[in-house]
């Protein structure tokens, strides 16, 4: 028992080391902003630090297939098991580096890192060093991005030219001085922040801007998803078994799609004849997008039906869980610069 402990503590500390093998990609300042613990640095994406990452990840599956949880109780083989699969996954995640793209519409530095800078405070002299040093850090992290992107582009690993705009509009606002998602959440920007974010900040975004709106525009292509990159379909399998946690193959996912869409049909039809409506399917569907009885007219209508499917599957929970969370939930509207991606 003890030496799983050791292990379930060593990969918790691990996870939190500023200067650890986990520390690359910014994971270990999201894991302290997360846990409510100071930050002092972010570590940027780099080839180096995520074989780092890998090196670690194999040592400790080689420790962990050493402890032999045969006399472990339930909880304990459960642990070891959740254990297991999280350095796993740790592992294999660093296996795709070159198939991970962190600039999307959806996924970018300067909207994934706002959590980190709402947490950040700049009171007192020990506060503000530490919230400058991650200033720099940012800097330095979209160079490493922008260096990252142009080795994905030699190995022909490129985003569609379609989602370009989104993305290169989100780092044209993080260059803001005012309005910058880099200023320190629990306090006022202490003296010198301007000054720190022109020299530090936005050299280094204007040249990542410049790389996506030039020479990686120029490489993207025209098709879609991971079947027109080099190497794309192993990573979409990778990915399917990485976010379902089962041995799926994407054609076994793909047919109970078809299942599940064959099931909405006769259920749609079932809603038309309820209606009254006596179109056809598409003109159905067409009607959906502009009835103002079925189209939201605000961002609190929308926060306000989202809420209601979510109460309706949380009602259900009962029937499927023996124990309810006791977190809130609930839907918020998006700050005004992320709602383009």
Same mark, same amino acid.
């Given at each position: 028992?003890? /030496?799983? +402990?050791?292990?379930?503590? @060593?990969?918790?500390a691990?996870?939190?080391?500023?200067?650890?093998?986990?520390?690359?990609?910014?994971? #270990?300042?999201?894991?302290?902003? *997360?846990?409510?613990?100071?930050?002092?640095?972010?570590?940027?994406?780099?080839e180096?630090?995520?074989?780092? @990452?890998?090196?670690? =990840?194999?040592?400790? %599956?080689a +420790?962990?297939?050493?402890?032999?949880?045969?006399?472990?109780?339930? +909880?304990?083989?459960? !642990?070891?098991?959740? %254990?297991?699969? $999280?350095?796993?996954?740790?592992?294999?995640?660093?296996? &795709?580096?070159?198939?991970?793209i962190? /600039?999307?519409?959806?996924? =970018?530095?300067?909207?994934?890192?706002?959590?980190?800078f709402?947490?950040?405070?700049?009171?007192?002299?020990?506060?503000?060093?530490?919230?400058?040093a991650?200033?720099?850090?940012?800097?330095a992290?979209?160079?490493?991005?922008? $260096?990252?992107?142009?080795g994905? /582009?030699?190995?022909?690993?490129?985003?569609?030219?379609?989602?370009?705009?989104?993305?290169?509009?989100? &780092?044209?606002?993080?260059? !803001?001085?005012?309005?910058?998602?880099?200023?320190?959440?629990?306090?006022?920007?202490p003296?010198?922040?301007?000054?720190? %974010?022109?020299? &530090?900040i /936005?050299?280094?975004? *204007?040249?990542?801007?410049?790389?996506?709106?030039?020479?990686?525009?120029? $490489?993207?292509s025209?098709?879609?998803?991971?079947?027109?990159?080099? @190497?794309?379909?192993?990573h979409?399998?990778?990915?399917?078994?990485?976010?379902?946690?089962?041995?799926l193959?994407?054609?076994?996912?793909h047919?109970r799609?078809?299942?599940?869409?064959?099931?909405?049909?006769?259920?749609m039809a079932?809603?038309?004849?309820?209606?009254?409506?006596?179109?056809?399917?598409?003109?159905?569907? $067409?009607?959906?997008?502009?009835d103002?009885?079925?189209?939201?007219?605000?961002?609190?209508?929308?926060?306000?039906?989202?809420?209601?499917?979510?109460?309706? @599957?949380?009602?259900?929970?009962?029937?499927?869980?023996?124990r309810? +969370?006791k977190?809130?939930?609930? #839907?918020?509207?998006?700050?005004?610069?992320?709602?383009?991606?």
């Amino acid at each position: 028992m003890e /030496v799983l +402990q050791r292990a379930i503590d @060593g990969y918790e500390a691990t996870n939190g080391d500023e200067q650890g093998p986990l520390r690359g990609a910014a994971f #270990a300042a999201i894991y302290r902003s *997360a846990q409510g613990m100071p930050i002092s640095g972010i570590a940027p994406e780099t080839e180096e630090l995520n074989e780092e @990452g890998a090196a670690w =990840c194999r040592s400790a %599956l080689a +420790q962990l297939d050493r402890i032999d949880g045969s006399k472990f109780d339930d +909880q304990n083989r459960l !642990s070891l098991a959740v %254990l297991r699969h $999280a350095v796993a996954r740790r592992l294999q995640s660093a296996q &795709h580096y070159w198939h991970v793209i962190t /600039v999307t519409p959806y996924r =970018c530095f300067p909207s994934s890192f706002r959590m980190i800078f709402r947490a950040l405070e700049a009171d007192g002299d020990e506060a503000r060093e530490r919230y400058f040093a991650v200033l720099r850090d940012v800097g330095a992290y979209a160079r490493a991005a922008k $260096a990252k992107l142009e080795g994905q /582009v030699r190995r022909g690993i490129v985003l569609p030219r379609r989602v370009l705009g989104p993305i290169i509009a989100t &780092h044209r606002d993080a260059m !803001s001085i005012e309005k910058s998602p880099f200023l320190p959440g629990r306090s006022a920007a202490p003296d010198g922040t301007q000054e720190a %974010l022109r020299e &530090h900040i /936005v050299p280094a975004v *204007a040249e990542l801007l410049a790389y996506l709106e030039g020479p990686y525009a120029a $490489a993207a292509s025209d098709g879609w998803g991971q079947s027109a990159l080099p @190497g794309g379909a192993e990573h979409y399998r990778y990915c399917v078994r990485d976010n379902t946690t089962t041995e799926l193959t994407p054609e076994q996912i793909h047919e109970r799609g078809l299942g599940v869409v064959a099931e909405l049909r006769e259920a749609m039809a079932a809603v038309r004849a309820r209606l009254g409506f006596s179109g056809t399917a598409a003109e159905f569907h $067409a009607q959906l997008r502009v009835d103002p009885r079925f189209v939201p007219q605000s961002p609190e209508q929308i926060g306000d039906k989202l809420e209601r499917f979510a109460r309706i @599957g949380f009602d259900a929970l009962d029937s499927l869980f023996g124990r309810r +969370q006791k977190a809130p939930f609930g #839907a918020k509207r998006l700050p005004e610069d992320l709602e383009a991606g």
